[in-house]
């Protein structure tokens, strides 16, 4: 009697687990027709405009869901790599060394542009400066100490200048926007470039660090005869001065949305195949010189076809539609040329 | 066996055994964090050795690291902070728990709680806006036209450096020194109190000779729960110290600490060496942390001739 009891359990328990998981798997396939969900993770400075698009594209998608993280640039490398996301975001373009490491070929897609403002707090002053590349090299190699140098007079004959010491201000956290900002002291200063470098953070000659935009805005809104960098979409939300650098035409501009976008197009003639290119200091006359893309990285090989789909769609979306969102948040858009690139590089996302 | 049984029916042991559970995971926890400091720093323990606690050069693009100024800036800043809370504290401790009366200490007890609750961003906060300027205009040109002769109170006054990271500190360990010396002093034995006020001491000496040296252990351990807060301290301290990693004697001069650093630099690290050099820093603070309380409870030691009362 005994054995055929428990033979007779066994198969209750065992046909109970079988109606149990199929139902769990029914379940689980029915959820996943339902949405389907993209990760990505990186860049914070895009953060704004990529939950924008990430949010419209789902209300015309509902069957897909792009989830994002800011957890900064290199995050976004560290797992792109890793193979933990699906899509990466970075504001500077990846080393050739971080390139080999990765297990599938990582493509990159620039998105929008941003671009780094001087903003300064001189007692007095209230004009706009001009300033030369040389005199911001200078200032942050701690070689012009004094708002009166002769340089920074050069540029501003109508300002009356102070014979005060500068306070340099420089983000303390590692950021895009510190990277665009040595990048284009790097180029215009040979020096910057063997002593200092580039890099998402560097060791400053001088300087106070400020955490974030708003940690530096803070610290030159605070002290007098101070001078730091910020990116341009948080001076122009928050209504701040700040000066015009002279580009590589000898023009100096101020940074505003078309300024910007035009770096870019100076640039798109020689953009190379993968888009990695850096675009500070860039020619035009029009050119702000101390802008940048930022990129979205993606691997060349998706082995899920409809991840794949999703992604290329969303792409394709952002090229077109997707543009025309971003000024409305201060982005500059891509430039056309840059555009048209990009739609034909999309073939390779396999 | 049988008595083991009696015991595991009167649920002795099953107390035991779920309170020894609690206890020892707090050891696995700090192993466990021990060892994954160690092992995610092998890269830079390998390639600078010793040189990453005795070098000043911290450049992410040439990738040498030390942690020097990072050691010197979070020590600095902390015993600044002990220097400045820990008179303060106690002191407002004596005076809630033997001077004041029950209802304005309870009162004002409750108040220094909920400041322990603030959180730190907003303490670094009103430091940049209140604190900052004050330092740059008042604090520092009055020491430096006063004691300027020393080197510590020497050099432009940014607002921003040690001095003012040291004094939010210092306002942020006070809930925990106030309130837990409070405590301590409530508890000590009404006759020890009485026996002196027998004696003849008035109320101050009854508490200063009497209640404060009974209550010495728990005060001190307020100490060491003030400076660990101080040591690990961050958002406060990034927002008010300056972030430059440089030696300088002088207490008005920018710095920068070791959780400050972390904080600024990881989420944006590439490069495995680079992260390896944040995780040691990790490593170095919990080295400082240990040394730094071997120290405190030594020096107790001293005093006490090992008399916890």
Redesign the interface.
């Known amino acids: 009697m005994n054995a055929p009891g428990g033979v007779w359990m066994r198969r209750m328990i065992a046909s109970l687990l079988v109606v149990l998981f199929s139902a769990a798997s029914l379940n689980f396939v029915a959820l996943a027709a339902d949405t389907l969900t993209v990760t990505g993770a990186g860049a914070t400075f895009p953060y704004p405009i990529y939950s924008k698009w990430f949010n419209e594209y789902h209300k015309l998608h509902p069957e897909i869901q792009i989830n994002y993280q800011s957890i900064g640039s290199g995050g976004g490398i560290r797992q792109v790599l890793e193979g933990t996301v699906d899509f990466g975001a970075t504001d500077g373009p990846m080393t050739d060394e971080q390139l080999q490491q990765a297990k599938t070929k990582i493509l990159h897609f620039p998105t929008v542009l941003g671009a780094d403002v001087p903003t300064y707090n001189i007692p007095g002053v209230t004009q706009e400066l001009n300033f030369t590349p040389e005199a911001l090299a200078g200032i942050f190699l701690g070689k012009i100490t004094k708002w009166s140098d002769p340089e920074l007079k050069k540029a501003n004959p109508n300002v009356n200048l102070p014979d005060k010491n500068i306070i340099v201000v420089h983000r303390s956290d590692g950021s895009g926007t510190t990277y665009v900002w040595v990048d284009y002291l790097a180029k215009v200063s040979p020096e910057w470039k063997t002593k200092v470098g580039v890099n998402t953070s560097v060791n400053w000659p001088v300087g106070l660090g400020g955490k974030g935009n708003e940690g530096v805005a803070g610290l030159v809104k605070q002290t007098p005869n101070s001078l730091g960098y910020v990116e341009l979409v948080y001076a122009v939300q928050n209504k701040m001065a700040y000066g015009r650098v002279r580009n590589s035409a000898g023009a100096f501009v101020k940074a505003d949305l078309a300024s910007v976008t035009a770096a870019a197009s100076g640039a798109a003639k020689q953009m190379p195949a993968d888009f990695r290119v850096s675009i500070t200091n860039a020619a035009g006359k029009d050119a702000y010189p101390i802008s940048s893309f930022t990129w979205l990285l993606v691997p060349s090989k998706i082995t899920d076809p409809a991840k794949k789909k999703a992604i290329k769609d969303f792409l394709q979306w952002m090229l077109a539609d997707g543009q025309n969102m971003v000024e409305a948040l201060s982005y500059a858009r891509l430039p056309k040329e840059v555009v048209a690139m990009e739609q034909k590089a999309l073939a390779q996302v396999q | 066996m049988q008595k083991f049984a009696r015991r595991l029916k009167q649920g002795d042991e099953v107390a035991y055994l779920i309170t020894f559970i609690f206890a020892a995971s707090i050891i696995v926890i700090t192993a466990l964090l021990v060892y994954e400091l160690y092992t995610g720093s092998a890269l830079t323990r390998e390639r600078f050795g010793l040189r990453f606690l005795t070098s000043s050069?911290?450049?992410?693009?040439?990738l040498d690291f030390g942690a020097l100024p990072f050691v010197y800036g979070t020590v600095v800043t902390s015993i600044l902070a002990l220097l400045i809370g820990v008179p303060l504290g106690v002191g407002a401790a004596i005076f809630l728990s033997e001077l004041a009366p029950p209802r304005i200490s309870d009162g004002l007890a409750f108040l220094i709680e909920l400041l322990a609750a603030v959180p730190s961003v907003i303490y670094g906060l009103l430091a940049?806006f209140t604190l900052?300027?004050l330092m740059?205009e008042y604090i520092m040109p009055f020491l430096e036209s006063t004691l300027g002769f020393i080197p510590l109170f020497q050099g432009?006054a940014?607002?921003?450096g040690m001095l003012t990271a040291g004094v939010i500190l210092a306002i942020m360990i006070l809930p925990f020194l106030i309130s837990i010396s409070r405590e301590v002093l409530l508890a000590v034995p009404r006759e020890q109190r009485e026996a002196a006020l027998a004696l003849g001491a008035t109320r101050w000496e009854m508490a200063w000779h009497v209640a404060v040296p009974y209550a010495r252990a728990g005060i001190f351990g307020s100490i060491f729960l003030a400076l660990a807060r101080a040591l690990g301290e961050t958002m406060a301290v990034?927002?008010v110290i300056?972030?430059?990693?440089k030696i300088n004697a002088s207490l008005f001069a920018?710095s920068?600490s070791i959780a400050?650093v972390i904080?600024?630099?990881?989420?944006?690290?590439?490069g495995n060496l680079y992260i390896s050099a944040l995780i040691e820093l990790g490593l170095v603070l919990f080295g400082i942390t240990i040394i730094v309380n071997a120290i405190a409870r030594l020096l107790i030691l001293a005093t006490t001739g090992g008399r916890t009362h």
Not at chain 2, 263 to 270: I, L, M, R, V
């Open positions: 050069t911290w450049d992410p693009v040439a940049i900052v300027p740059r432009p940014y607002g921003v990034t927002m300056g972030n430059d990693p920018p920068y400050a904080a600024n630099e990881f989420s944006e690290a590439t």
